[in-house]
């Protein structure tokens, strides 16, 4: 009975998540809705709707409306409307129904929101965080009700809901819950897990001290797990846990970027290096799989590095956690004669000097959903002082004139982090190009900045019918601003 009640819960969350993804394809006129003085909603100045207007004060964001399909005024979408100071519409995120929506939590500055969904009634919800620009959606939790609180300008402190527990009971639910007390931090997408819950342990949030360095946590504990059953065998305790200071960002703010791996691009290559930060103490390496010898979606080295300056070291908590994807084959063999990796070997044990390296080679055919996987994976391993460099050519056996045309479409899509675009460049390392835009973007970039950009004519100073043609790329972290 009880996995047949969390089959129907996990089932429900899927068709909602389907239903909000289908629907984030319909054309709103976001110009047509504007917002009273009054706190009227208005669609083409007709009034469509008289409910409550919620104010948010939050960046661009200074109220927000959930709005029904109303046929007679024209209106024909359901969703969160968000309305900026001059009464403009400036978002919106659809929803299957209006009652999904029980609240929405903003960061101060508006670029990142919760939106709670699930009963009005139960006490398990889920909370569903999104970046305002682009409606995209970067975690979801299933969390306790009335625990979602702000911790500072960019976290969210909340009780993760984990799973049942066989047996036991929780009210209204028929149910027990393993229970966790968790951070989630929009600046970096990643979960800070405070205290976890165990077999015999459950950990509820509760108030947070003034200065934001420890919280109040409700400790419920049992001798044995069949003891969940029986509520008198349930024993409860307060416990002060640290709140962990939030991450700075990266020396710089730089996040790494996007640098040729021919020979011939050498001079330029250095200079990119010349721009990273000294401080850096991980190297996230993606290149092309120049010849084709990745049997799975992606190979990785966790072999050390012996070039002239130092030994340079793999990153061994990285490679098991990639090894473990599923996804992923440890082939150190294939790398030694894969200049995608080894131009840029040498360039990293010098420029960073503290840092380790993790060699990646993206296979050309790398399904989206495996760039999704490596995503999520290499978010989650993300921390202060990695940087992902991307090794990368651009055009191919081109005259300069051919080159330059297909560059401008390349450079575009490169500087505004367009990761879905990436299959229709003239470049080597498309797939791969998706995964690092992905993540840039994750990671706070908003743009990136072109170094510089040549070809080979111009590198050997006379023309070439058949050449290549290289850039150089960084992008910054713009969440903590520069």
Request: with cysteine.
């Amino acid at each position: 009975m009880v996995k047949s009640k969390v089959k129907s819960a996990l089932v429900a969350m899927a068709a909602f998540f389907i239903c909000v993804a289908d629907s984030a394809g319909a054309e709103v006129n976001l110009d047509a809705y504007t917002l009273s003085d009054g706190g009227a909603v208005f669609l083409g100045g007709r009034p469509v709707s008289d409910m409550a207007v919620s104010e948010a004060d939050a960046g661009k964001v200074r109220n927000w409306v959930v709005l029904s399909e109303n046929k007679d005024a024209g209106a024909d979408a359901t969703g969160v409307f968000f309305f900026g100071e001059d009464g403009r519409c400036v978002g919106f995120l659809p929803l299957e129904n209006e009652n999904e929506c029980q609240g929405i939590l903003f960061r101060p500055d508006g670029e990142f929101f919760v939106l709670v969904t699930g009963s009005g009634v139960r006490m398990d919800m889920f909370f569903n965080v999104y970046r305002l620009d682009g409606m995209e959606k970067t975690a979801e939790f299933a969390g306790l009700r009335d625990t979602l609180v702000l911790l500072g300008p960019s976290r969210f402190m909340f009780t993760r809901i984990d799973g049942i527990r066989e047996g036991g009971s929780f009210p209204g639910l028929g149910y027990g819950l393993r229970l966790s007390a968790v951070i989630y931090d929009t600046s970096f997408l990643n979960e800070i897990v405070l205290k976890e819950a165990t077999d015999k342990q459950n950990f509820r949030t509760g108030e947070v001290s003034e200065d934001e360095s420890s919280v109040t946590v409700t400790e419920e504990f049992v001798g044995s797990e069949k003891d969940w059953r029986d509520e008198g065998k349930i024993k409860t305790r307060e416990i002060r846990v640290g709140i962990p200071a939030a991450r700075d960002k990266t020396p710089s703010g730089i996040l790494g970027g996007i640098t040729p791996h021919h020979g011939l691009a050498l001079p330029m290559i250095v200079r990119f290096y010349e721009h990273l930060p000294p401080g850096t103490k991980r190297v996230w390496l993606l290149a092309p799989d120049h010849f084709r010898r990745v049997r799975r979606q992606a190979a990785i080295c966790g072999e050390n590095w012996a070039p002239a300056e130092r030994t340079l070291e793999a990153d061994g908590e990285a490679i098991d956690a990639l090894s473990a994807t599923g996804i992923v084959e440890e082939r150190p063999e294939i790398f030694a004669g894969e200049h995608g990796i080894t131009l840029h070997i040498p360039l990293i044990a010098r420029y960073c000097p503290d840092a380790k390296v993790v060699p990646m080679l993206l296979n050309p055919k790398i399904p989206d959903m495996g760039l999704l996987i490596l995503r999520n994976k290499l978010r989650e391993l993300f921390r202060e002082g990695d940087i992902v460099i991307l090794s990368m050519d651009l055009s191919h056996y081109k005259t300069p004139e051919a080159m330059a045309a297909e560059d401008k479409k390349t450079l575009a899509v490169l500087k505004s982090l367009r990761f879905g675009e990436t299959d229709g460049l003239d470049v080597d390392a498309r797939r791969a190009a998706a995964l690092a835009l992905m993540l840039f973007k994750d990671m706070g970039a908003k743009k990136g900045d072109v170094l510089e950009h040549t070809d080979s004519s111009a590198v050997l100073g006379r023309r070439a019918e058949s050449g290549t043609s290289y850039a150089t790329v960084m992008y910054r972290s713009q969440i903590f601003g520069e």
